[in-house]
């Protein structure tokens, strides 16, 4: 059955609707993708993500991004029952290729984006700094290697979605670079005294 639009019922507000590709009836895979983008974006979140590669550097006991990483992968592609299911985990999984692409390509929208789901503000062009940037790379070419389909698999949807992500990753590997200075901008000092300067400041860098 087709379910009627809301204005069928008198109503015009249409705030908590989601915009989905299925015309009048709900959008299933719209919704998984939207309850995706908000998981995947407080997590993945840029200072989030910078915080786990420090955190890790410090004390390698610590989970870091790989980590994380990982166990997303577990989860986000665990093998699924039923054809429904499995719907919604394409979706999921594209949505999750889709962050890291954007986050290793150094998107400022990414950061923004993110921010604004969780309700964070973390100003304005936050973007992965290079070591998050560097390990995202190196996970995403590993994950291709993982989700290549096998040669006995055949012509089924799951071998044309696992196809389509690799071919993403490949084009984000392939396309050219933006034409920019390859440099990394440096952070502002802190205003204050010089490092070391006072009573208080006796190893700036210090755990």
């Known amino acids: 059955m087709i379910s009627p639009p809301l204005g069928a ?11 989905g590709n299925t015309g009048p009836v709900f959008d299933l895979l719209a919704a998984a993708d939207s309850a995706a983008t908000l998981s995947l ?13 420090d955190f890790k550097s410090r004390d390698q ?6 980590e994380v990483l990982q166990s997303l992968e577990r989860t986000i592609f665990a093998e699924q029952e039923s054809s429904r299911n499995r719907a919604i985990a394409h979706r999921i999984q594209t949505r999750f290729v889709s962050t890291l692409i954007n986050m290793s390509g150094g998107n400022a929208a ?17 973007v992965a700094t290079p070591d998050v940037q560097a390990i995202i790379d190196l996970y995403l070419k590993g994950l291709r290697t993982r989700i290549s389909p096998g040669l006995l698999e055949g012509q089924t949807i799951e071998r044309a979605h696992r196809e ?3 071919a993403n990753i490949d084009r984000h590997f392939e ?12 952070p502002e000092t802190p205003p204050g005294s010089p490092i070391g300067g ?6 700036w860098l210090c755990d």
């Open 41 to 53: 974006g407080a997590v993945l979140h840029p200072d989030r993500a910078a915080r786990l590669v």
């Open 61 to 66: 006991s610590r989970i870091g991004l790989s």
């Open 175 to 186: 396309r050219p670079a933006p034409a920019r200075m390859p440099v990394v901008a440096s």
């Open 164 to 166: 389509w992500l690799m």
């Open 9 to 19: 019922f008198g109503s015009t507000d249409t705030t908590e609707a989601f915009e």
């Open 110 to 126: 990414v950061g923004e984006a993110q921010s604004a789901a969780i309700g964070l503000s973390s100003g304005g062009g936050q």
């Open 198 to 203: 006072g009573f208080m400041e006796t190893c």
